[in-house]
């Protein structure tokens, strides 16, 4: 258990659409980091937050946001799905510390249908 | 920008064989470097991590070394067991900055009794 928790495990949805998902980062980590994970495109990051602020963006569409809110919990907002956002999203936290690895979730399974 | 390139996989592998799972990257400065496991159903979990040249990290009987002068982080184990089966990533991290991290596409391995 990494301490990190994503709900829910699994979503199943239709295109068009907008859902929520939702982390909440070890105990003591401020940073956390949003990642896509699916078969044709492997792991790609989304975006990085620190302490309520956005930190680093990756390949994250426009449809999508993110915010971290002043518990440090996180939430990703996916808008007008699409059936290429079928994927595993991860959440990931760290304490920022140069070196020190990333803690990651068990993933949630969004499904479009 | 940063890049992490490793071998696609699947590596199928009889029990007690050797590994070697290569890696390559391409960063500015000095990154940390990481290998990630993530098994079946699961999310990514640290493997070992090398922070300086020349380091060498190690667990579970995996190894793998930071090699400044070919950029590399190949992953190593003498002998594996059928609960190693997973897929393994090798990633970096910037030096400096918030910790953004860059992943590679992800080894397959599969080993069979």
């Known amino acids: 258990d990494s301490g990190v928790t994503q709900t829910p495990k699994h979503l199943i949805t239709a295109t068009g659409q907008r859902v929520t998902l939702r982390c909440s980062p070890r105990?003591?980590?401020?940073?956390v980091y949003w990642y896509q994970q699916s078969l044709d495109q492997g792991l790609q990051f989304l975006i990085q937050?620190?302490?309520?602020?956005?930190?680093a963006k990756g390949n994250i569409l426009e449809r999508f946001s993110a915010q971290q809110f002043p518990d440090l919990h996180s939430e990703l907002n996916l808008s007008s799905l699409e059936l290429g956002d079928s994927a595993l999203y991860f959440c990931?936290?760290?304490?920022?510390?140069?070196?020190?690895?990333?803690?990651f979730g068990p993933g949630t399974r969004l499904t479009v249908l | 920008g940063d890049s992490v390139t490793q071998m696609e996989g699947p590596v199928t592998l009889s029990e007690e064989a050797f590994l070697t799972i290569n890696c390559t990257y391409t960063?500015?400065?000095?990154?940390?470097l990481f290998w990630y496991v993530q098994y079946p159903g699961e999310g990514l979990q640290l493997l070992l991590k090398?922070?300086?040249?020349?380091d060498k990290g190690s667990n579970k009987g995996f190894e793998a070394t930071y090699r400044k002068e070919t950029t590399s982080f190949h992953l190593e184990k003498g002998s594996v067991q059928v609960s190693d089966s997973a897929v393994y990533f090798c990633?970096?991290?910037?030096?400096?900055?918030?910790?953004?991290?860059?992943f590679g596409i992800g080894t397959k391995l599969q080993v069979i009794p």
């Open positions: 090398a922070t300086k040249a020349d």
């Open positions: 937050y620190y302490n309520g602020e956005e930190r």
């Open positions: 990931a936290s760290s304490v920022v510390v140069q070196g020190n690895e990333q803690f």
């Open positions: 990633a970096l991290m910037a030096a400096g900055g918030y910790q953004k991290v860059t």
């Open positions: 105990s003591g980590d401020l940073s």
């Open positions: 960063a500015t400065g000095y990154p940390s």
